[in-house]
C-alpha cells in the first residue's frame, strides 16, 4: 500500500475533527447540492448523492441541512449558484495532483489555487496535463485488527472487487464504478469493520518521495484541502508510511 493510500486515511481523520469544528459542513452542503442538480434528488438512483449524504450523516450533519441542500440542487429553495472545477498541476518531485473544486467564483479560485500551488513549491498546470493519469474507482478501507485476508478476498471477489491490498492497518478493496455499491454491501452484510468507503480517483503509477521534497508534497496537500472550495484532491506520490508517520505526527 502506498503512502498516498496512508495520507487517504489521515484525512478521514482530520476530517472527524474538523466535522466537530462544522468546518467540513460547507464542502459536504456543496456536494450534496451539486449532485442532486446534476443526477436527481433520489438518492436511490444518484450514486454520487447517496455517498455525500451517507459522508454527511457520518461527520453527524443535522437532517434538515442534508434535506436543504437536496432541495437546493433540485430547484425547490433558492440558493447561491455553484460550478464544479477541475484543477490539475505538478507538485514537487514531479508529483502529479488533480483536484475538484465547487465555487461561485471561478476567477477567485483559479486565482487562489495557483498561489497555494507556487507558495508549496508547484504549479498550476493546464487542463489534461495529468487527468490522464488517473482512474475513477470505488475504494473501500477497512480496519485490518482481527481481521483475515483469507476471510476477505472471496466474499469481496464474489461481489465483484477488482483487487484487494493489503497495509500495515488497513486493507484497500477497489472496485469498478459500477460495482461500488454492491461490493460495499456485501461487506457490510458481512460484518467486516468498515472503516470507510468513497468514489475515489486512483493513479495509474506512482513517485516515490523522501526527505524535503516528501514534507513539501505534504504540504502541498494540506494547503490544498484547507481551502474552503477544494471538494477532493488527489496525487499520485508514494511516501514510504513510516516517513509519513513522522511528518503527519
Known amino acids: 500500500m502506498s503512502g498516498h493510500s496512508k495520507w487517504a486515511g489521515i484525512k478521514h ?5 474538523d466535522a466537530q469544528r462544522g468546518r467540513v459542513f460547507t464542502k459536504l452542503i456543496r456536494e450534496i447540492t451539486i449532485a442532486a442538480r446534476t443526477g436527481g434528488g433520489d438518492p436511490a438512483g444518484n450514486h454520487r448523492l447517496r455517498d455525500a449524504m451517507e459522508k454527511a450523516k ?5 437532517q434538515d441541512n442534508i434535506i436543504r441542500a437536496v432541495k ?9 449558484t455553484y460550478e464544479e472545477c477541475i484543477y490539475e498541476g505538478y507538485g514537487p518531485g514531479g508529483v502529479a495532483v488533480l483536484l475538484d ?3 461561485d467564483n471561478r476567477n477567485r479560485t483559479t486565482a487562489e489555487i495557483r498561489k497555494i500551488f507556487s507558495r508549496f513549491g508547484g504549479n498550476l498546470g493546464e487542463s489534461g496535463c495529468v487527468g490522464w493519469m488517473f482512474q475513477k474507482k470505488g475504494l473501500i478501507h477497512l480496519a485490518k485488527k482481527g481481521l483475515d485476508e483469507e476471510q476477505l478476498l472471496a466474499p469481496a471477489l464474489e461481489a465483484g472487487a477488482e483487487d484487494v491490498r493489503s497495509g500495515e492497518q488497513t ?3 477497489v472496485t469498478a464504478l459500477k460495482d461500488y455499491e454492491a461490493v460495499k454491501r456485501a461487506l457490510e452484510r458481512a460484518s467486516f469493520p468498515l472503516e470507510h468507503a468513497e468514489m475515489t480517483m486512483l493513479p495509474q503509477s506512482t513517485v516515490r518521495l523522501e526527505g524535503k521534497e516528501a514534507e513539501q508534497v505534504l504540504r ?30
Open 13 to 17: 481523520k482530520k476530517a472527524k475533527v
Open 58 to 62: 457520518a461527520a453527524n450533519m443535522p
Open 72 to 80: 437546493k440542487g433540485t430547484g425547490e429553495l433558492e440558493g447561491v
Open 101 to 103: 473544486a465547487v465555487t
Open 171 to 173: 486493507f484497500e478493496v
Open 220 to 249: 502541498l496537500m494540506d494547503g490544498l484541502e484547507e481551502h474552503d472550495d477544494v471538494q477532493h484532491v488527489y496525487a499520485n506520490f508514494d511516501i514510504p508510511e513510516e516517513i509519513m508517520a513522522a511528518l503527519t505526527a
